[in-house]
């Protein structure tokens, strides 16, 4: 049987491309027939799915040079239990022909698929998902999503606190019952409703699982009370049956076991939201309404009415509702919610305001300039989520074992039943053995209880939950935590990748410079001061266009300098600038002005050139035809630079500086910032096959660049970092985003990465520790040395506390500050 796809094809110009294109599908082993469309940029192909794949295709063309672009969509999945329940999802939409990449995220309760278009459509994946007994939802907008989070989060929690009431006070009468020795029949009266009721939604989980062929945690539980239940009810109605007799009516762990498992749930409910506050407080922060000024009236509208180009008012108090450029007043914006920084920002006529951003002091108007899903919060809180729906490459090996592990649990308990049954119980049995929790000796049971306890201890205990929440849930703590400091991540391996670079290479301009020249040094000569000397410079230079120029008129206006308008002014390209004022001839320019002009040099030379030792421009001016003095200007370093790379050094990191300008300016700049090591004069194509040596060299690569022209060295690093995003954080090429122009915010990057992998390392070993000692102790390994058992019931507790362990263990990441944000 063959099938029929038809995929797109990016970069073909013309019909020997399509040609090419073409030979190279029909080459592939399984395909029948292929054939391409220039006009239409697809590639219409016929092949045998025993033999060859979607991305087998796709490689054919991708090996060629061409490309063939895959489309991502995220939905919600509502439903999922466990992370064999994540597992069986994410395996279902892998294998669908067509799909890329789907990662599913349990606390996040999402699913991501990257696919090709052409080869599966958005409606066949979620059908999939829904075949699988799940619910699946679209991503509404910020305020719906938030309403529907919250609302389905109360609504668990509801549920699972009524089938507490049920259960515990129940569950209680029943262990009194066994103290007192109440009629069998009388324990089965309390103890049906506690299974019947509260722990129906085990079993009915369990059927639409098996249904569609699908395993999960739900049918553990199903099995364990069941048995218990089933085998209780067996020995109080018919004590002959050969099943233990009336000594084996272990109502207690049936209600007990039912309990317990419902507090897990309700604990997990309390909990499994917390680590994305994150994204919560993101939505709480979009503003639902916006005072808008139209046809000369003041009216309140939603804000997702807003259009741009609308004129918003903001009074002191109120939220930014979306983002815009301030046209009319003053004021000072808390911008703690997109920075980190608690110090509100002053705002003015052309300033920039974001929406979620609180007007703390005064009255202003602003045009809207981005609205809706474009704002830079709805940009944050997509990055966020997506991130968040993302897989770290560590999460592998505990996704596998949890995929395999609810069949292999079950194959484990019939084993451990088989043994005790028919060999443990009488060669290792002691006559005063008693499981905690226990109302009486276990030599009341019998052989075929005993066997049986143990059997359902094993199931219940070795859930894999703790196992499959290990690393999502410290994922999404830190991709918070890192939402909280103005860091963006856009996926869970970049956070890993940060954890283990070795060197982070630095981009010089833009990044520890501040990417525009600015007055470093007035050194007058004899005859001049240096306010003169700056006054007159100021002069020659004003109006002109030149960075250079523009650097001398900033620095005499921040002096308190005020230059007056030349009578006459003239540029001399690739010299400099030459004005009249008040009858004086001022030259402001290099070398070669000066010289051209008939002014002598040598007064001047020894201070520019010591201003050019130090990696600055040196510009020389004369007044009249004699020296006037030399005016230094540089790009200047960030003033917290020297500071960011010192910690990075403290942290064992290798700080490494790259630049296409000269190797003098460059060790300049790099000697101010404190970096030692400097590759100079690199082209900006070369920059990407200067990350590849070192990472040929065996080293892990953070590459830190403004995004723009260092987009390919950011995509070829382990861990690309684009630095002041600003308003433009969907464009940046950097798998983490900066939205600050702070190289601080480098260093509190690394120490968030490293802070997550300590929780989730934290996590797997508790996982890990808590499934190899649980199931041995529970299969009664140690009970022929020991004596120790656990009952059903405290292996249901030990379940419900190691999945909420490691949630709370990834909350702990809420009160990790790094070093810079520390007294803020």
């Known amino acids: 049987m063959t099938k029929q796809v038809s995929l797109p094809v990016e970069g073909m110009s013309c019909a020997s491309c399509a040609a090419r294109v073409e030979k190279a599908l029909k080459a592939v082993p399984g395909v029948k027939n292929a054939a391409v469309n220039l006009a239409a940029q697809k590639a219409s192909v016929e092949y045998d799915p025993q033999q060859a794949t979607v991305a087998d295709l796709a ?69 999939v998902v829904r075949e699988l007994g799940y619910e699946v939802a679209e991503r509404e907008g910020a305020g719906e999503a938030l309403d529907r989070e919250s609302l389905a989060r109360r609504e668990e929690i509801r549920q699972q606190a009524r089938n507490m009431l049920i259960a515990w006070p129940l569950s209680l009468l029943v262990m009194l019952g066994m103290f007192r020795d109440a009629h069998p029949l009388f324990l089965w009266a309390l103890t049906t409703p506690v299974v019947a009721v509260a722990g129906r939604q085990f079993f009915v989980q369990s059927i639409k699982g098996l249904k569609k062929g699908v395993t999960d945690m739900n049918l553990l539980y199903a099995t364990g009370i069941g048995a218990a239940y089933l085998i209780a009810t067996i020995n109080a109605i018919w004590p002959q049956a050969g099943f233990g007799g009336r000594g084996a009516t272990f109502f207690e762990s049936a209600a007990l076991l039912t309990a317990f498992i419902v507090l897990g749930r309700y604990l997990e409910a309390l909990t499994r939201g917390r680590t994305s506050e994150a994204i919560r407080r993101l939505l709480q922060l979009q503003p639902r309404r916006a005072r808008v000024l139209r046809n000369d009236r003041e009216v309140e509208i939603p804000a997702d009415e807003v259009i741009p180009g609308d004129l918003i008012l903001v009074r002191p108090g109120e939220s930014i509702p979306v983002d815009g450029r301030v046209v009319e007043g003053h004021s000072a914006v808390d911008e703690s919610m997109l920075t980190g920084e608690s110090i509100p920002v002053e705002k003015k006529p052309g300033d920039e305001v974001i929406a979620g951003t609180v007007n ?37 090996l505990a996704d596998f074992v949890a995929g395999h592990f609810i069949a292999g649990i079950h194959v484990l308990a019939l084993a451990v039943f088989l043994f005790w049954f028919f060999y443990g119980y009488e060669a290792f049995f002691r006559p005063d053995s008693r499981f905690i929790l226990s109302p009486y000796g276990l030599a009341e049971v019998g052989v075929f209880g005993f066997a049986l306890l143990l059997s359902v201890s094993t199931l219940v205990i070795s859930c894999p939950c703790a196992l499959g929440l290990a690393t999502p849930s410290a994922m999404i703590a830190g991709t918070g935590k890192g939402a909280e400091n103005g860091i963006l991540f856009k996926e869970a391996v970049a956070v890993e990748g940060l954890a283990s670079v070795q060197v982070v290479l630095f981009d010089k301009t833009g990044t520890v410079t501040r990417g525009e020249p600015s007055l470093t040094d007035a050194v007058p000569a004899a005859g001049f001061s240096q306010d003169e000397l700056l006054r007159l410079a100021a002069t020659a230079e004003k109006g002109t266009e030149h960075p250079l120029g523009k650097a001398i008129s900033r620095g005499a206006e921040a002096a308190g300098l005020a230059a007056e308008e030349p009578e006459e002014f003239e540029a001399v390209p690739g010299h400099g600038v030459k004005a009249r004022h008040r009858g004086r001839t001022i030259l402001v320019g290099n070398r070669r002005l000066l010289e051209r002009e008939g002014v002598p040099l040598t007064p001047l030379l020894q201070d520019a050139e010591e201003l050019e030792r130090d990696g600055k421009t040196a510009m020389l001016v004369a007044v009249d035809g004699k020296p006037a003095g030399v005016i230094g200007v ?80 950011l995509a070829a690093a382990d861990v690309g970092v684009a630095i002041g995003a600003g308003t433009d954080i969907a464009k940046e090429t950097g798998s983490v985003i900066l939205i600050r122009s702070d190289l601080r915010d480098v260093v ?67 009160r990790f500050v790094p070093t810079f944000k520390k007294g803020r």
Do not use: H
């Not at 672009?69 to 069986?88: N, T, Y």
């Not at 300039?369 to 999460?395: H, M, N, S, W």
């Open 59 to 127: 490689r054919a063309v991708l090996e060629l040079g061409y490309r063939v672009p895959a489309e991502e969509i995220s939905f919600s999945v509502r439903g999922m239990r466990c992370a064999a329940c994540a597992a069986r999802v994410e395996k279902a939409l892998a294998q669908l022909p067509g799909v890329c990449e789907a990662a599913v995220s349990l606390p996040a309760e999402a699913a991501r698929v990257s696919f090709y278009p052409g080869t599966v459509t958005p409606a066949q994946i979620k059908a």
């Open 634 to 713: 540089a790009d200047t370093i960030r003033e917290e630079a020297p500071q960011a790379i010192a910690r990075l050094k403290e942290m064992g990191l290798r700080v490494m500086m790259i630049t296409g300008d000269n190797r003098r300016t460059a060790a300049a700049v790099a000697r101010q910032a404190g970096i030692a090591e400097v590759l100079a004069e690199v082209l900006p194509q070369d920059k990407a096959r200067e990350v590849r040596r070192l990472q040929a060299e065996g080293y892990r690569v953070a590459m830190v660049g403004d995004g723009i022209n260092d987009a390919p060295a």
């Open 748 to 814: 509190s990057a690394v120490e968030i990465g490293r802070a997550t992998m300590r929780k989730v390392r934290q996590n797997l070993a508790w996982a890990f520790l808590y499934n190899s000692l649980g199931i041995p102790v529970a299969a009664g390994a140690f009970y022929p040395s020991t004596g120790l058992l656990v009952s059903p019931e405290l292996a249901a507790l030990f379940m419900a506390l190691s999945s909420i362990s490691v949630t709370a263990n990834a909350l702990l990441l809420k």
């Open 360 to 396: 703390r002091t005064g009255f202003f108007k602003f045009v809207a300039t981005r609205v809706g899903k474009d704002t830079v919060l709805a940009q944050i809180t997509r990055l966020v989520e997506e991130a968040q729906a993302t897989k770290a490459p560590v999460q592998k």
